[in-house]
């Protein structure tokens, strides 16, 4: 990663445009903060969520926080922006200037949290959180009833969720209504981190509200694309609360559909699959999928946890190749199949689409 964001500053640079202010926004890997931090003094660092994912790397999120901690410590100058609804983010014992976003308002009514939820105890006295709201997984709206520890104060917030649909959301943040093309929870949370991040470098509102509206989805994160006459929307999933948002999307589908489940076990997808049974595959059998297909290197782990799940077996189609894949796609009866595809699975399969002309561009 370190290399990889030293050639994108190198491949930007121009001796001849110093006139020109200009924002490099960096993606950073959770273990590498530590690294980029020892050269970079962000002006502003932001952390979305922290959900177990590749288990086999990072171990539970206590031990994710501490590897993020590592790299922003170095940086006490950089401004922090994070997640509120995250109770990890809250009670940082660190120098730099801390702003919290986050929602004032859930469509889930339940304040219970979810048996296989992370993050559920304080991180202060070890009780048992409590929920005024929980938006999804561990967020939401907690407080400690034994210490006192609680979300601290929100300077951006989603007021409202006006609409969502599996292909876009209308929200109102800080009295002002934001659209978006993704459906999903969890792009809102997106977007309002991206909005806070503006907002902290005095971006207006109407230009913040032109890129949402201009930004459109790609690289497997709800990308469509068309193979012969079907509609295929692809959707990265690396761990079970992503997982169980892009089921919560596809779930509000209203059009008849299939769905494809990619399975891989290589490093960059984790090579602990067992995260796949605390995945709520459950609630895809009020959905009444046309067709389910099955693919990746660990298609019969896939399809075992579909079975358990209770998923029509007579409906589940197992491909071994991304030939077969794709001609069962495009015999599909349903008007969107949707594949659901762990990181190395995506990358893969994109490749082939490539090589056959589904996709043009392969980054």
Same mark, same amino acid.
């Given at each position: ?8 500053? /190198? ?5 001849n445009?110093k006139?020109? %202010? ?7 890997? %959770? ?13 502003v ?5 922290l959900?177990?994912?590749? $288990? !086999? ?10 590897? /993020? ?23 940082? &014992?660190? +120098? ?13 009514t339940?304040?219970?949290? !979810?048996?296989?939820?992370?993050? +559920?105890?304080?991180? #202060? ?19 400690c ?5 609680s979300?601290? *104060?929100?300077?951006?917030? #989603? ?32 977007a ?9 470098l ?32 692809i959707? $990265? #999933? ?9 089921? &919560?999307?596809?779930?509000?589908? &209203? ?16 090579? !602990?699959?067992? =995260?796949? =049974?605390?995945?709520?595959?459950? @609630?895809l059998?009020?959905?009444?999928? @046309? ?7 660990r298609?019969?782990d ?9 998923? &029509? +077996? !007579?409906? *589940? ?18 008007? /969107? ?6 990181y190395t ?15 043009? @561009?392969? =980054?």
């Amino acid at each position: 990663m370190l290399p990889g964001i030293v050639s994108c500053f /190198i491949s930007n640079y121009k001796f001849n445009n110093k006139t020109q %202010e200009k924002y490099a926004v960096i993606e950073v890997d %959770e273990a590498n903060v530590k690294f980029i931090t020892e050269y970079i003094t962000p002006e502003v660092i932001t952390i979305t969520n922290l959900f177990r994912d590749q $288990l !086999d790397r990072y171990g539970e999120v206590y031990t994710t926080l501490n590897k /993020i901690m590592e790299g922003i410590v170095k940086v006490p100058e950089s401004t922090l922006v994070l997640n509120g609804d995250e109770s990890l983010l809250g009670n940082l &014992d660190i +120098k730099n200037p801390i702003v919290y976003y986050g929602f004032t308002t859930s469509n889930i009514t339940n304040k219970e949290i !979810d048996i296989n939820a992370d993050a +559920k105890f304080c991180k #202060v006295c070890k009780s048992p959180y409590k929920y005024n709201f929980i938006t999804y997984n561990h967020l939401g709206d907690f407080y400690c009833d034994n210490c006192g520890y609680s979300r601290p *104060l929100l300077t951006y917030r #989603v007021e409202s969720i006006i609409s969502a649909s599996s292909e876009s959301s209308s929200f109102k943040i800080n009295n002002t209504v934001f659209n978006i093309n993704q459906g999903g929870v969890y792009n809102i949370y997106n977007a309002l981190c991206a909005y806070a991040v503006c907002k902290e470098l005095n971006i207006e509102d109407e230009y913040i509200q032109s890129s949402f509206s201009n930004q459109s989805s790609s690289f497997g994160r709800q990308e469509i694309i068309n193979i012969g006459s079907k509609k295929v929307k692809i959707i $990265l #999933v690396k761990n079970p609360a992503g997982y169980n948002q892009a089921i &919560d999307t596809v779930m509000l589908n &209203d059009s008849s559909a299939s769905a494809a489940f990619l399975l891989n076990d290589n490093y960059a997808d984790g090579t !602990d699959i067992s =995260w796949i =049974w605390d995945v709520n595959f459950e @609630k895809l059998t009020s959905l009444n999928l @046309k067709e389910i297909f099955i693919g990746g290197d660990r298609l019969y782990d896939m399809a075992v946890r579909l079975k358990i799940a209770g998923l &029509d +077996k !007579d409906t *589940l189609q197992l491909k071994d190749s991304y030939e077969q894949l794709t001609e069962g796609l495009s015999k599909s009866t349903a008007d /969107i199949t949707y594949i659901f595809a762990t990181y190395t699975a995506m990358i893969n399969y994109r490749k082939y689409l490539h090589s056959k002309g589904y996709i043009e @561009k392969l =980054w």
